[in-house]
């Protein structure tokens, strides 16, 4: 797998955290009509020299790690938090992603574990997608993607 280095074109713009419209948003089980595209645009740079540019969503952070990539059948939210996937760059091959948002990530099991999580928390460095759904619908969705990558400081490149 290739080395490589994530970069967004701007720094991260402060925004308020629990307000009472963020809040809403994250207990809908479906976007809003003001959900919008993501505009800001950072640089996956290869270690052999290739330099690609998408649309960033999630946290806007330079990272470093491996690039790696899953055919898996399971869902974006169980490969995120797939520990064997610590410190990596993770490529979904799903044509598109976050179409349907992320599950509330409190509810746990009878075993106490996370109930639609392999983990606590996103272990993947970084996420590559070929296009991402801004707009989510699921009757278990309790936030966006890139809401959740936000929270937990993980940047997305698309398209």
């Known amino acids: 797998m290739a080395s490589a280095m994530l970069r967004p074109f701007a720094q991260r713009t402060s925004s ?12 809908s089980t479906k976007s809003g009509d003001d959900a919008k595209r993501p505009e800001k645009l950072a640089r996956l740079h290869l270690e052999d020299g290739t330099t ?7 946290s806007h952070e330079s990272v470093e790690g491996e690039v790696v990539f899953s055919t898996g059948m399971v869902g974006y939210p169980e490969s995120l938090t797939d520990p064997s996937y610590q410190g990596q760059i993770l ?3 799903s044509p598109m992603v976050g179409n349907y948002g992320v599950p509330d990530r409190t509810v746990k099991d009878e075993w106490g574990l996370p109930k639609y ?3 606590d928390r ?3 460095k970084a996420l590559l997608v070929q296009d991402y759904s801004h ?3 699921h009757w278990n969705a309790a936030s966006s993607l ?3 990558l936000k929270e937990e400081g993980v940047p997305g490149i698309s398209d």
């Open 52 to 58: 690609l540019t998408g649309r960033s969503f999630g």
């Open 16 to 27: 308020r955290v629990g307000s009472a419209s963020s809040f809403r948003a994250f207990m």
């Open 122 to 124: 996103i272990h993947a």
């Open 135 to 137: 707009h989510y619908s």
């Open 91 to 93: 490529t979904l091959t």
């Open 146 to 148: 890139g809401d959740w």
């Open 117 to 119: 999580f392999e983990s």
